[in-house]
């Protein structure tokens, strides 16, 4: 009996300390896209965009939607463990990307991967900022033409 109230107690305080670390972590909640202080090279700005990571065991739902540069719709969602594992992305993902291998770098950084048909196409840098108010995405790769471009994000939360 003492075992299993050990083992009980062992896991309410596993599952509350997992909330309570979804509740702290400054990338969860709904981004919006500040096209104005963000910068392109080498492919048009969105006209908007939104960006949603809900926590999700021990990663993230991220949700991407919004109204691209040419007037067609951006939406594109995938669901990562921050494990750097290719992740597949549902929706048309940016410049045809199908999968995504997001890693934690610490508390306020994460690095991707993003590839289509296998070949890496772009990589991000994702740094929150410490008061969790504005998320910075730095991503350098290529289009679908192959030829290059970069850009940085500036999102500020909801």
């Given at each position: 009996m003492k075992r299993i109230?050990?083992?009980?107690?062992?896991?309410?305080?596993?599952?509350?300390?997992?909330?309570s670390l979804a509740q702290n972590d400054l990338s969860v909640g709904t981004w919006k896209l500040n096209v104005a202080k963000s910068q392109y090279t080498g492919t048009p700005a969105p006209k908007s965009e939104t960006?949603?990571?809900?926590?999700q065991g021990n990663g993230y739902k991220v949700t991407y939607e919004g109204i691209?540069?040419?007037g067609s719709r951006i939406a594109y969602s995938f669901t990562t463990y921050l494990d750097g594992k290719d992740?597949?992305?549902?929706?048309?993902?940016?410049?045809?990307?199908d999968t995504v291998a997001v890693k934690r770098v610490d508390a306020y950084t994460m690095t991707g991967i993003v590839k289509k048909a296998g070949k890496e196409i772009r990589t991000t840098t994702t740094v929150v900022s410490k008061d969790g108010k504005v998320t910075t995405q730095t991503?350098?790769?290529?289009?679908?033409?192959?030829q290059p471009i970069s850009?940085?994000?500036?999102?500020?939360?909801?």
């Open positions: 109230l050990v083992l009980v107690a062992s896991f309410a305080l596993s599952l509350v300390a997992s909330l960006r949603t990571l809900v926590a691209a540069a040419d992740s597949p992305i549902s929706g048309r993902g940016p410049f045809g990307a991503v350098k790769g290529i289009n679908e033409q192959g850009y940085t994000m500036v999102w500020e939360k909801q």
